[in-house]
């Protein structure tokens, strides 16, 4: 089944499947990964464990000495290993909770984690460096059975399945354009698509199906970017190149698709995200944020809630259940519990990560057109 399947289904219905898994026999047991200076423990993906029931932090790798030991102290004092492979191996965790923000070591840390037997990874966006990691670990984790989801956390929404709803049912007219937009602070420009930019895509291709092309324009300082200009991305994303970038992809559905961040052009409450552009009003989905969908028609903007337009929100710990991760693994027990695809699972991470690296191809190209999906799975700028 695919992931827009599950659409109708609330990421945070705790189905029976999930209760059983929750309530009978022992939790399941999870092996926490960071690297202390190398991404840390990503937002928080480390503590929340301990919060979830039907789960049991047993052990935390780090290459880091001293924050290999004020980690396992903030985990409870579970058992510490300097290396995540030797962890694993001895460990044999049920669940791999990989961290670090930066993602040189992603899709080392999925290979080593499916090896030793692991059920499910839960891993800090974004998911991997390259299209032909993402291929390897789409087929890895299918062939072994293993659900991995990635921490797009506002994919796991519970108001994404009522947004769908109102988007089909003509609330916003017809949807015309779909726009992403990253933060736009320090790292605008090719990192903010790497960083931020993926959150907004994971969103936006609920509404107009996967792209089929990208043509990109990049700029430094306001003149089209060269090959000079590529340099090594921070977080251990690999060569980025501008501090200002334009991008439109054209979609299976027709409705195109446009990505823009420019550098330091953030401002305080200009939210990040996608942009639902209809005849008839507007949707704003708005990262991090709750409401996290807000209605702007016939000049006003309207709260969408799970209990409706201009409804007071019903779900009384949505703060925790969006940005705490709470609804995510969740939904991750329940895909182990079920034999099924997270929301957010391995080809929907390699579907972002393919619209990232597509505004590199297009560079590569010369600003021209690229197809999708791109026939290159190497990295665009290596």
């Not at 026999?25 to 200076?37: A, E, N, Q």
Request: hydrophobic fraction near 40%.
């Amino acid at each position: 089944m695919k992931r827009r399947d599950f659409l109708t289904t609330s990421a945070l219905a705790l189905s029976a499947a999930l209760l059983r898994a929750q309530g009978a026999g022992s939790p399941l047991t999870v092996g926490v990964i960071g690297h202390t200076g190398q991404g840390n423990y990503g937002h928080g993906e480390d503590t929340v464990w301990l919060q979830i029931p039907g789960t049991r932090v047993v052990a935390v790798a780090d290459a880091d000495p001293k924050g290999l030991a004020a980690e396992a102290k903030k985990l409870g004092g579970v058992k510490a290993y300097a290396d995540y492979r030797a962890m694993l191996a001895e460990v044999r965790p049920d669940i791999a909770a990989i961290c670090p923000r930066h993602i040189h070591e992603h899709h080392a840390m999925i290979l080593a984690a499916v090896a030793a037997g692991v059920k499910g990874i839960y891993i800090e966006k974004p998911f991997v460096r390259t299209l032909a990691e993402a291929d390897e670990v789409v087929k890895l984790c299918a062939a072994q059975g293993v659900r991995l989801a990635i921490a797009h956390r506002n994919r796991y929404h519970p108001v994404i399945p009522l947004v769908k709803k109102l988007v089909e049912a003509g609330e916003i007219g017809e949807l015309k354009e779909v726009r992403v937009r990253g933060k736009q602070d320090h790292r605008g420009g090719g990192l903010d698509l790497w960083v931020l930019g993926g959150h907004g895509f994971n969103l936006a291709t609920i509404f107009t199906g996967p792209a089929t092309s990208c043509q990109a324009s990049i700029l430094v300082e306001g003149r089209p970017a060269t090959q000079a200009d590529i340099r090594p991305g921070d977080e251990g994303v690999g060569p980025i190149v501008g501090d200002e970038v334009h991008a439109r992809y054209e979609t299976k559905s027709g409705i195109p698709l446009y990505f823009d961040s420019k550098k330091g052009t953030w401002t305080k409450g200009m939210p990040f995200g996608a942009r639902l552009i209809g005849t008839k009003g507007v949707i704003s989905l708005q990262i991090d944020e709750e409401p996290l969908a807000i209605l702007e028609r016939d000049g006003k903007k309207t709260p969408i809630t799970t209990g409706g337009i201009g409804q007071p929100e019903p779900i009384k710990d949505i703060r925790v259940i969006n940005g705490g991760h709470h609804g995510a693994l969740r939904d991750l027990l329940a895909a182990i519990v079920e034999k099924r695809e997270p929301l957010c699972g391995p080809e929907a991470g390699r579907e972002t990560v393919e619209l990232t690296l597509a505004v590199f191809a297009s560079f590569a190209a010369g600003g021209a057109k690229v197809t999708l999906p791109l026939a290159e799975r190497a990295h665009p700028l290596r």
